[in-house]
């Protein structure tokens, strides 16, 4: 499991001066972490009881949750304030809006 992050404008344009900390996968995104998923939900978000802690002052403190439902993937926002979005390889990032199936490399 990858998460990704939305680089910030001056770390994207090497005003940190320095390589950066996280590696920059994509224009505008970065790993914010990696694990395993090797239950049947993950909850991701800021708060101390999501099993994938991020610290992102953007992100709620339970911004959304990956699931496994019947072998498929799928992630839910949870009504965060800020909103996710969805990144699949070769296409623009979408808001997600509900429940999105997730694929190898989303």
Request: glycine letters at 18%; charged letters at 25%; a negative charge.
């Amino acid at each position: 499991l990858v998460i990704l992050d939305h680089v910030e404008d001056d770390v994207a344009d090497g005003a940190d001066g320095g390589a950066d900390e996280q590696e920059q996968v994509r224009e505008g995104l970065r790993v914010a972490g990696t694990g395993e998923f090797d239950g049947d939900t993950l909850a991701l978000g800021r708060g101390a009881g999501n099993g994938f802690a991020l610290t992102d002052p953007r992100i709620s403190g339970r911004h959304g949750e990956i699931s496994r439902v019947g072998g498929v993937y799928r992630y839910q926002d949870l009504g965060s304030r800020n909103g996710s979005q969805h990144v699949s390889p070769g296409r623009a990032p979408t808001r997600v809006d509900g429940v999105v199936p997730l694929m190898e490399g989303d």
